[in-house]
């Protein structure tokens, strides 16, 4: 990572031109992860959550290099890659702008978890190599069980805040599948790892009907888990 | 740093009250400057300076995590540690705040390179161990090459922007040092460590003259270096 130049002469591991857009969507994902939980440590009243979130946001980084690295080996510039998807992160972030602590919460905890459960679909499709590296730099299990104990504590502190952070999931959900369909629409070959391509059958209809269940149920599960109503 | 408890029963290293405050100061520090990094990343109008501040951000939460092992390996409570410092820190950014870019790499150029030659001058009276690990979290030599280069292009550019700039450092110091004084006088043993104690000899006023004289050296030269007055 330290030269941003792409090796081109030292090809090692190649991805086919799919893979490499779900690896730049993740690796700006990340990067857009990071400033978020950043941003997040510093708004956080306590100090100790100050401190998790500010290592939550450096493992993020860590996920950013791998996945920039990843680029870089297939002689893909990482900078494109990752451009191509700038303006549908940075679009659904100025759409979500949290008014508080717990809505920042809520945003990763439902926005970052349904992201991570549709990357891990997609990845499916992709080379087993890349399948692997989007499940590690997807996973959220440390986030999910600061965000559960916080979230779970405000709210029966006051149940009043539970329909207002409802309310807010509904609106991350509504704007993250917005942006998906438009990052989909612009990028065949991506769209292609879940729908499949001529040469290559992907999922059916009914089972990509049955992916859509898969994440939906476990958006749902996330929301009963801290006590908000779907 | 995983476990927020500190470990008593296992004390290995040792740590002078001094020290103890001194290494509590710049797990602070830190922390604070991992959260200004991370913003000044997600504000910055390119992409790659921002993929290079998030990676310097990074840097700033290993430094923290060896800063806050060392307190626990002493036995000492980090968090108690770093807390007596919060307000100073927070005081001081709270009345720093960059209204730019532009800014914001003078903040940190300037005000972070003053206060890592400080910190650098106070580690010389502590114990050696202490000052090895005050130098490695000090070196700021990556974020000073990346707010040469975008400082010295920027006042090149538009070479009126330099007196902005100038202003703008000189109220940063003006803070720095006001805040540094509250610090010293909240913080006897810590303030010891540079003008000694009654059972320990520590600079004279000739030798804190001395350093100060440095310290407005070394500040001077990054001015110049950027192409501000002083």
């Given at each position: 990572?330290?030269?941003?130049?792409?090796?081109?002469d030292?090809?090692?591991?190649?991805l086919?031109?799919?893979?490499?857009?779900?690896?730049?969507l993740?690796a700006y994902?990340?990067?857009?992860a990071?400033?978020r939980?950043?941003?997040?440590?510093?708004q956080?009243?306590?100090?100790a959550d100050?401190?998790?979130?500010?290592?939550?946001?450096?493992?993020?980084?860590d996920?950013?290099?791998?996945?920039y690295?990843?680029?870089?080996a297939?002689?893909?510039?990482?900078?494109?890659?990752?451009?191509?998807f700038?303006?549908?992160?940075d679009?659904?972030?100025?759409?979500?702008?949290?008014?508080?602590?717990?809505?920042?919460?809520?945003?990763?905890?439902?926005g970052?978890?349904l992201?991570?459960?549709?990357?891990?679909?997609v990845?499916?499709?992709?080379?087993?190599?890349?399948a692997?590296?989007?499940?590690?730099?997807?996973d959220?299990?440390?986030?999910?069980?600061?965000?559960?104990s916080?979230?779970?504590?405000?709210?029966?502190?006051?149940?009043?805040?539970a329909?207002?952070?409802?309310?807010w999931?509904?609106?991350?959900v509504?704007?993250?599948?917005?942006?998906?369909?438009?990052?989909?629409s612009?990028?065949?070959?991506?769209?292609?790892?879940?729908?499949?391509?001529?040469?290559?059958?992907?999922?059916?209809?009914?089972e990509?009907?049955a992916?859509?269940t898969r994440?939906?149920?476990?958006?749902?599960e996330?929301m009963?888990?801290?006590?908000?109503?779907?």
């Amino acid at each position: 990572m330290s030269d941003p130049t792409p090796q081109t002469d030292g090809v090692t591991e190649p991805l086919s031109p799919a893979a490499a857009e779900l690896v730049g969507l993740l690796a700006y994902a990340e990067l857009t992860a990071f400033e978020r939980l950043a941003e997040d440590a510093s708004q956080s009243p306590e100090l100790a959550d100050r401190i998790q979130l500010a290592g939550l946001a450096a493992t993020q980084i860590d996920h950013f290099r791998m996945l920039y690295d990843r680029l870089a080996a297939a002689g893909v510039d990482p900078m494109a890659a990752m451009q191509q998807f700038r303006a549908a992160f940075d679009d659904f972030h100025a759409h979500t702008a949290p008014r508080d602590w717990l809505e920042s919460l809520v945003k990763a905890y439902v926005g970052d978890g349904l992201a991570a459960d549709f990357y891990r679909e997609v990845a499916d499709g992709a080379e087993p190599g890349v399948a692997d590296l989007v499940r590690t730099v997807s996973d959220d299990q440390l986030y999910r069980d600061l965000a559960v104990s916080r979230l779970t504590a405000a709210i029966q502190a006051d149940p009043a805040v539970a329909g207002r952070l409802a309310l807010w999931a509904r609106r991350l959900v509504g704007e993250a599948l917005s942006q998906a369909q438009r990052v989909a629409s612009d990028h065949e070959a991506l769209a292609e790892l879940l729908t499949g391509s001529t040469d290559r059958p992907g999922r059916d209809l009914a089972e990509l009907s049955a992916m859509f269940t898969r994440l939906v149920t476990r958006h749902n599960e996330r929301m009963r888990t801290v006590g908000l109503r779907t």
